[in-house]
């Protein structure tokens, strides 16, 4: 869905979601659900296109069960269409809903994953490892310690 190519993620989001129903995948048919929620009642804005998304989701989440980081991608994708259709209660409450399965499925006990930022950058220090790096080091991070590299158009 990059630089608003939305025409393409669509068909190709509508192609893993049959290809997800016809081999019985449940897991990436709520994955593919919630997305095309996003993309269609989201970043299209289209309330119709949505809802059928959203009514497909939900049956998807039924069959794979919750509880899972898939259902708070779920919750994100109804909350997002929540507010683009000016429901902002109900667009709180889901992202509220994505927010704690989060919470449950990953406290702050969990070790690094890909994606969750630990609590201060690394050091590249010869001397250890320093809990404030300054300068350059501290304007460099990002999450899983990699520098972070500006974007550039393509």
Do not use: I, K
């Not at 449940?26 to 949505?50: N, P």
């Not at 939900?58 to 929540?82: C, I, K, P, S, V």
């Not at 630990?118 to 304007?139: D, K, Q, V």
């Amino acid at each position: 869905m990059d630089e608003g190519r939305y025409d393409d993620a669509e068909q190709e989001l509508r192609r893993a979601f049959a290809a997800a129903l016809a081999g019985g995948d449940d897991r990436r048919l709520l994955a593919a659900a919630s997305l095309l929620l996003y993309c269609v009642g989201f970043s299209r804005g289209d309330a119709q296109g949505g809802a059928l998304w959203q009514t497909l989701s939900a049956a998807a989440l039924a069959r794979t069960g919750g509880g899972t980081e898939a259902e708070a991608h779920y919750w994100d994708a109804n909350g997002a269409f929540a507010v683009v259709r000016g429901d902002y209660a109900a667009g709180r409450a889901a992202y509220e809903r994505a927010l704690a399965l989060r919470r449950m499925l990953f406290p702050p006990s969990t070790p690094s994953w890909p994606g969750r930022c630990p609590a201060s950058p690394p050091s590249t220090s010869s001397s250890g490892p320093s809990p404030t790096p300054s300068g350059a080091a501290a304007r460099s991070w990002s999450c899983g310690g990699a520098p972070s590299v500006p974007a550039t158009p393509t």
